[in-house]
């Protein structure tokens, strides 16, 4: 069930530069599971479009929600603002999110692509490898990602910590072999890891991003490219808001 | 208290529909909104085969609106007829006005002609002014004498009253309503989107790939307002009013400028029950100003 509601900052922290840690009391943490997002609407009047961030972390317990996000524009600034009793329009959950499965899996996060890991490593019943990519030694989330995984290896761009390079480069360094491989972060790093997946015959869920108007599937505003023909749309194309965000890395065009 | 509105023969429960291609089928708002509380379903633009649509990025954001060129992704009329006219079974009491898109007369008349014996399609709303879209589409929208032509071509194989939607962007839409009356058109819709552009400073790059996109939102409203107005006092059909429509003040403001009915499209997307908080807007408005009829308020503002 989607809901559209207004909810409340229960508090919000700065990570690292530009990174906040946002946790919302909302309704929507009753139905929501790792992978799907919801849309965070601007306070300001003027800016009407959505704002897609992924769900980081699901307490159902507390009735809390949490989001991890990098300020990238106004909307994002405006949200990086907010302080603990505010109020922030909300829709959720939306997209399909992470199938859990897999004896052994590796989760794979990119920069931004980092945080909808987290609840997904918490909730895979196997094994869990987490394999994240960073700009440099700002390591948001790593300490929690160490508390809920059984292994935790660390790329960074500029060398400063783990691996020098990308996470399929410690994924190779590293030898790690698992029986499904999820993943989210930017484009190249998402192809990389889809064609490490194929070359070791491991299967591979990918996590899309597009711009987005209704966030429920209703204007084709954020398609992706499949490889076949979409049974909704009849054309190579999927909705990243409602058939994804999660894709097998193989049935689109990465 | 009346609240319903008849169009070409058509009675609608109330004047409330949303605006095509912001809402699909209904299918995936039918979470948030009861279809069968609304006048009408207004579906995206079917055409006759499966279109892709334009490459991505599809959607941006400006000031108080937004630009979309998703050219006309559907699935064809075919799937159309198959999936989502028998998903709209369900609500009866929801008229469904079909939007066509084509890129020349014959495509539009293949899709009329399909569509001629469905039972559940009410009306035919006619896009001749979809900006998204290279031949055809805007072409037809910017020529009176196209806009004349097709529109009795249309009408001539169309089971069902037929709606010619306008584009705004013409220098002069009473020409264009005209031009649709003269056609045969048994009532007209307006605005579509008006063709925007947006460029990435940083990137220094268009943000969207189709470079162009239509503008739609509240920021258009003024606009849409204005050119109902205007149609409304050169043409004697029907008129369904849209453009930037968001709450029910500007719901009562396009009635009072000469629309029959209205449709809501951008707002559904940041408020997904816009459609019925208009409606119920309108209903307190009718009791406040005793208005027992919402007829009497179409056009009286002169
Ligand atoms: C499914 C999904 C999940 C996401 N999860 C996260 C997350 O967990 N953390 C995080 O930091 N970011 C996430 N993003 C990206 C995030 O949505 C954008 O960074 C954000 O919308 C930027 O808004 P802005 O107003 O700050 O930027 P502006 O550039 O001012 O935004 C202008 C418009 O473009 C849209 N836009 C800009 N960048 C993106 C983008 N990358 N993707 C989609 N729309 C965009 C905005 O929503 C807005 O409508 C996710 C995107 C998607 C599609
Ligand atoms: C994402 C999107 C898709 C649209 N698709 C169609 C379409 O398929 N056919 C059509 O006639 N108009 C289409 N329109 C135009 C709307 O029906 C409407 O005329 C316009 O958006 C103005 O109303 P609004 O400001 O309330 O959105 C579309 C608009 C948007 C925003
Ligand atoms: S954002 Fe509208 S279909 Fe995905």
Not at chain 2, 271 to 296: C, F, H, Q
């Amino acid at each position: 069930m989607k809901i559209k509601e207004t909810a409340v900052v229960l508090w919000q922290e700065k990570l690292a530069e530009g990174i906040y840690s946002l946790t919302l009391e909302t309704s929507i943490v009753d139905y929501a599971i790792p992978g799907q997002f919801i849309s965070i609407f601007s306070n300001d009047g003027s800016k009407l479009l959505p704002r897609p961030i992924s769900i980081c972390e699901i307490n159902k317990e507390y009735g809390t929600l949490r989001v991890v996000y990098r300020v990238a524009g106004a909307g994002t600034e405006e949200f990086s603002k907010l302080k603990s009793g505010d109020k922030i329009e909300v829709m959720g959950p939306l997209g399909n999110g992470f199938p859990l499965e897999g004896k052994n899996a590796i989760v794979v996060g990119g920069g931004i692509g980092v945080p909808p890991m987290l609840e997904l490593a918490k909730q895979l019943k196997g094994n869990v490898t987490a394999v994240m990519g960073y700009r440099n030694d700002d390591l948001f989330l790593a300490e929690e990602f160490q508390k809920v995984v059984n292994h935790l290896y660390i790329a960074t761009d500029d060398g400063s910590v783990g691996v020098h390079g990308t996470v399929v480069d410690a994924m190779r360094e590293k030898d790690l072999v698992a029986d499904v491989i999820y993943a989210c972060g930017p484009k190249p790093m998402l192809r990389a890891v889809a064609d490490f997946a194929l070359e070791n015959q491991i299967k591979c869920y990918v996590s899309m991003e597009e711009r987005m108007a209704c966030g429920v599937g209703a204007c084709l505003g954020c398609v992706c490219q499949s490889k076949e023909v979409d049974d909704h749309s009849h054309v190579n194309n999927k909705r990243v808001c409602k058939d994804g965000p999660v894709f097998l890395s193989t049935e689109v065009v990465l | 208290m009346k609240t319903s509105v008849t169009i070409a023969g058509v009675e609608f429960q109330n004047p409330i529909m949303e605006a095509s291609g912001t809402f699909g089928s209904g299918m995936e708002y039918s979470e948030f909104v009861d279809l069968n509380k609304l006048g009408a379903v207004v579906t995206k633009g079917v055409a006759n085969v499966p279109w892709p649509g334009n490459p991505t990025p599809r959607i941006c954001e400006v000031s108080s609106g937004m630009l979309n060129a998703i050219g006309l992704q559907n699935p064809g009329v075919e799937v159309f007829c198959e999936r989502d006219l028998k998903f709209l079974e369900q609500f009866k009491k929801a008229k469904v006005v079909v939007n066509v898109c084509g890129h020349s007369a014959e495509e539009y008349i293949e899709v009329v002609e399909r569509l001629a014996n469905e039972p559940r399609v009410d009306m035919l709303e006619i896009n001749i002014s979809c900006p998204n879209v290279k031949e055809g589409g805007i072409a037809f929208g910017q020529d009176p004498k196209a806009v004349e032509a097709i529109t009795r071509q249309v009408k001539a194989h169309a089971k069902q009253p037929i709606v010619m939607k306008l584009s705004p962007n013409v220098t002069d839409i009473k020409v264009m309503a005209k031009a649709a009356e003269a056609g045969g058109a048994d009532a007209i819709s307006l605005i579509n989107t008006l063709t925007g552009m947006k460029i990435d400073v940083e990137r220094q790059n268009f943000v969207l790939a189709n470079k162009t996109g239509g503008m739609s939102g509240p920021a258009v409203h003024p606009i849409a307002v204005r050119m109902v107005y205007e149609c409304a006092n050169a043409v004697s059909v029907p008129i369904i009013g849209m453009g930037g429509i968001t709450t029910w003040q500007d719901a009562i403001e396009m009635m009072l400028a000469g629309a029959t009915a209205v449709s809501v499209g951008t707002a559904n997307f940041f408020n997904p029950t816009a459609t019925l908080d208009i409606l119920s807007g309108i209903e307190d408005y009718m009791v406040r100003k005793n208005i027992e009829d919402i007829n009497s308020i179409v056009g009286i503002v002169k």
